[in-house]
């Protein structure tokens, strides 16, 4: 199976050497642009992807989610849309949902979830979510996400589920980086796709890594 070597990044990476990054073997990078409904490093991600698009990385872009029902995520999806429409993307457009601090419901935050993820589509980006394994497995109605791309943290010798992609460590070196990044896997090509590959059964571990 090909499997493809990315990295995500937000504020918190600082100042960013893209051609150094590149040269690394890196081929994608999830960009941090906005959380909420309000956002002071918007601009991180307006400085850095096109500076990583030019460097020839595939760049998709991922929220922060805050909401616990279906209408604080139509208010987040509108803003992150927005946000991000300035910018030629052509890696998934991403909501990245990592806690449950109002303890909604598995009903309510999946009807969330799941209104967030058709705004993306509606707006022409392939949907993607990024959680956690137990959180996605626990948090949420697994069964009713099924059409959505998958990109999973768990920082494990293995994944133990399938995913499109995989976020098996938050300490990686990456030459052009100063700091310590998320390392990403994925399994497939997001590049101009759509919702209609299913993700593999059985992972590869990044050490089988082609590049």
């Given at each position: 199976?090909t499997?493809?070597?990315?990295?995500?990044?937000?504020?918190?990476?600082?100042?960013?050497?893209?051609?150094?990054?590149?040269?690394?073997?890196?081929?994608?990078?999830?960009?941090?642009?906005?959380?909420?409904?309000?956002?002071?490093?918007?601009?991180?991600?307006?400085?850095?992807?096109?500076?990583?698009?030019?460097?020839?990385?595939?760049?998709?872009?991922?929220?922060?989610?805050?909401?616990?029902?279906?209408?604080?995520?139509?208010a987040?999806?509108?803003?992150?849309?927005?946000?991000?429409?300035?910018?030629?993307?052509?890696?998934?457009?991403?909501?990245?949902?990592?806690?449950?601090?109002?303890?909604?419901?598995?009903?309510?935050?999946?009807?969330?979830?799941?209104?967030?993820?058709?705004?993306?589509?509606?707006?022409g980006?392939?949907?993607?979510?990024?959680?956690?394994?137990?959180?996605?497995?626990?948090?949420?109605?697994?069964s009713?996400?099924?059409?959505?791309?998958?990109?999973?943290?768990?920082?494990?010798?293995t994944?133990?589920?399938?995913?499109?992609?995989?976020?098996?460590?938050?300490?990686?070196?990456?030459?052009?980086?100063?700091?310590?990044?998320?390392?990403?896997?994925?399994?497939?090509?997001?590049?101009?796709?759509?919702?209609?590959?299913?993700?593999?059964?059985?992972?590869?571990?990044?050490?089988?890594?082609?590049?």
């Amino acid at each position: 199976m090909t499997t493809i070597k990315g990295i995500d990044v937000s504020h918190w990476q600082g100042v960013i050497n893209w051609n150094k990054v590149a040269k690394d073997g890196v081929k994608f990078v999830f960009i941090k642009a906005t959380e909420g409904t309000s956002y002071s490093k918007l601009s991180y991600f307006k400085e850095n992807a096109p500076k990583a698009l030019s460097a020839g990385l595939k760049v998709g872009a991922y929220h922060y989610a805050k909401f616990a029902t279906e209408a604080e995520a139509k208010a987040e999806a509108a803003y992150f849309i927005d946000s991000i429409s300035s910018i030629g993307l052509n890696y998934p457009a991403v909501l990245d949902l990592e806690e449950n601090k109002k303890n909604a419901k598995k009903k309510t935050l999946t009807d969330a979830v799941i209104a967030f993820l058709e705004a993306i589509e509606d707006a022409g980006h392939t949907a993607m979510l990024y959680t956690g394994k137990s959180f996605l497995e626990n948090a949420l109605d697994e069964s009713r996400l099924k059409k959505y791309t998958l990109w999973i943290a768990r920082y494990n010798s293995t994944l133990g589920r399938s995913a499109d992609i995989w976020q098996h460590s938050d300490s990686g070196k990456i030459n052009g980086i100063s700091t310590k990044v998320d390392l990403n896997v994925a399994y497939r090509d997001f590049t101009d796709t759509e919702n209609t590959v299913s993700p593999p059964i059985h992972p590869v571990h990044p050490q089988q890594l082609i590049l």
